[in-house]
């Protein structure tokens, strides 16, 4: 049996980005992941840091966490490049949200009001301002809102720079290492793997996305389930005028170019659908909502269809901080938001461990409306 300081569970973006924060400030951080770190729902997502443009209603407190993670990206993106040396893509051209029809025209302009109010940096735009903005643009849209705060990364290259900055700053990353069961503990939680062996940490940080509400011994168990969301890419072409610089959303489907030359179609939304293939329909449909909005993409060669499934809560807001069971702290449920969320879980949860460890202090103000213990 050995004995790390932290143990954290699952390999993804959130917990690769806690593992690499407590390693840098100098803790004994090991990641348990069953199968390769970086490619379960980080690996499918699309890259968007996108609070304004994905503003719904009833998720001020979520809405306020997206920014404050988004406002953070930029010098998290400089301190992880330098740390991997890896580029990490990021974008900063905006995100332009676009109607196709009367319908859409609606909702849109009720969405900007409720944006303008909540004082997100919006602007709206008639369907030629989009297309002066965007050339590949459908002409018969008849509006848009431009988020020019809206930004993205390229995803892919986060979790494999998390993972080279974590291991060089002393995590250990251990692949192929199920965890089948946590036994809670004020001083020495034992994490319990699918091969019978055992691990006793100070403290244990559930990062296992879908996979959190599987694990034993946790009681209430996690609230997370799975949204299962198909997604392609196609290749842009810009000697062809193939090209987008924003990502464009639209009623039935986003587009995200990225720096490699790729364009991200996604995604679909099937709750609780565990099925990991991509379908005919799947396709389809989100082929017919990127035409509808971007006629080119007829155009484009296909070059990857994947799928991935989002862990979501009951409420669909993240579990950040300490649970009801001693020992034991979350960083999980990041449901459509996990990369945009990616800098504020990595250092407010570390923090929380820290804090934990050293027996100081309550949450942060930050963390409080996403306490686990909620449910
Ligand atoms: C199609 C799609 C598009 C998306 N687009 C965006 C976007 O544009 N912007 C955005 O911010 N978010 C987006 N998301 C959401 C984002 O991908 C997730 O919120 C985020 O990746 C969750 O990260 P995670 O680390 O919690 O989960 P994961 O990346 O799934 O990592 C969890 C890890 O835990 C491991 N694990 C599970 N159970 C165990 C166990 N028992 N023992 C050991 N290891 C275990 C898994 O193997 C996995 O590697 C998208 C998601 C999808 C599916």
Same mark, same amino acid.
């Not at 192929?176 to 019978?196: F, K, S, T």
């Not at 800098?343 to 820290?354: F, G, I, K, Q, S």
């Given at each position: ?8 569970? /699952? ?73 991997? /040396? ?56 008849? /509006? ?62 559930? =990062? ?6 599987? @694990? ?25 005028? @193939? ?75 993240? @579990? ?10 979350? =960083? ?28 100081? /202090? ?14």
């Amino acid at each position: 049996m050995f004995s790390p300081e932290v143990v954290v569970i /699952g390999g993804g973006i959130a917990g690769l980005g806690v593992a690499w924060e407590l390693a840098e400030r100098g803790r004994r951080v090991t990641v348990l992941e069953r199968e390769q770190v970086g490619r379960g729902a980080s690996w499918a997502a699309a890259g968007m840091l996108a609070p304004s443009a994905e503003l719904g209603f009833e998720e001020l407190d979520l809405y306020a966490l997206g920014r404050e993670s988004l406002a953070r990206w930029p010098a998290f993106a400089r301190r992880l490049e330098a740390a991997s /040396g890896r580029d990490v893509g990021y974008r900063d051209a905006g995100t332009l949200v676009v109607a196709d029809d009367r319908d859409s025209l609606h909702a849109l302009r009720r969405l900007f009001r409720f944006q303008e109010e909540q004082g997100a940096p919006v602007e709206w735009l008639s369907g030629d301002e989009a297309v002066d903005l965007e050339p590949l643009l459908s002409p018969r849209l008849p /509006g848009a809102v431009y988020s020019p705060e809206d930004h993205q990364v390229d995803h892919r290259a986060v979790v494999e720079a998390l993972a080279l900055a974590a291991r060089s700053a002393g995590a250990a990353l251990c692949e192929g290492a199920p965890v089948v069961r946590v036994e809670p503990d004020a001083e020495a939680p034992r994490i319990r793997l699918g091969d019978g062996s055992e691990v006793v940490a100070r403290v244990v940080v559930l =990062a296992a996305g879908v996979g959190s509400s599987a @694990l034993g011994g946790l009681a209430p168990a996690p609230p997370v389930r799975g949204v299962k969301g198909q997604a392609l890419a196609l290749r842009l072409d810009p000697e062809r005028g @193939l090209d987008l610089r924003h990502v464009v959303r639209g009623p039935d489907a986003y587009l995200v170019p990225k720096a490699d030359g790729r364009l991200v179609v996604g995604a679909t939304s099937e709750d609780g659908v565990t099925d990991p293939r991509v379908t005919a329909g799947g396709v389809y449909r989100l082929l017919e909502g990127a035409v509808e909005v971007v006629p080119g993409v007829e155009e484009m060669e296909l070059v990857e269809t994947w799928v991935g499934h989002r862990p979501a809560s009951r409420d669909h807001a993240p @579990l950040l901080g300490r649970g009801r069971q001693p020992g034991v702290v979350y =960083a999980t449920g990041h449901y459509r938001h996990g990369v945009l969320l990616a800098p504020v879980t990595a250092e407010e949860v570390a923090t929380e461990v820290d804090r934990l460890i050293d027996g100081v /202090g309550e949450t942060a103000p930050v963390l409080a409306p996403f306490s686990p213990r909620r449910f």
